[in-house]
């Protein structure tokens, strides 16, 4: 099993940055696809980015799409999602999750998922 815990979410301008974490514990998830979602009341939890194993394939959701990055410390057991010129639109909660085979796009692929952290920006 693997616990994940999502930190570094708050409350930003649109325009400023907020830089999100995702530990991991219980096992390694050094050789494993994280991803990370997000969701609002008034939608259903969306795909944002997502990062290989080696940190080398990525791949980000049209929306944030040149705003975002996602990477990956696998000697910490963290992966992180670097949210630059944020939007209001961007506002959820963010929830980071891996699956030991599944590396896709789908939520419903991945068995394990952290509590979320919230992201708040304002215009």
């Known amino acids: 099993q693997v616990q994940l815990v999502e930190s570094g979410g708050g409350l930003a301008q649109a325009g400023g940055s907020l830089k999100l974490s995702c530990t991991a514990s219980?096992?390694?998830?050094?050789?494993?696809?994280v991803a990370w979602f997000r969701q609002t009341p008034r939608k259903d939890r969306e795909f944002v980015a997502t990062?290989?194993?080696?940190?080398?394939?990525?791949y980000f959701a049209d929306s944030v799409t040149g705003r975002f990055t996602i990477s990956r410390d696998n000697a910490k057991n963290t992966v992180y999602l670097q949210m630059n010129n944020l939007k209001p639109e961007d506002t959820a909660v963010y929830f980071c999750?891996?699956?030991?085979?599944?590396?896709?796009?789908?939520?419903?692929?991945?068995?394990?998922w952290g509590q979320g952290t919230q992201v708040t920006v304002s215009s």
């Open positions: 999750a891996t699956d030991f085979q599944y590396g896709g796009w789908g939520a419903s692929g991945y068995a394990y």
């Open positions: 219980g096992r390694s998830i050094s050789t494993y696809t």
């Open positions: 990062i290989g194993w080696s940190g080398t394939s990525t």
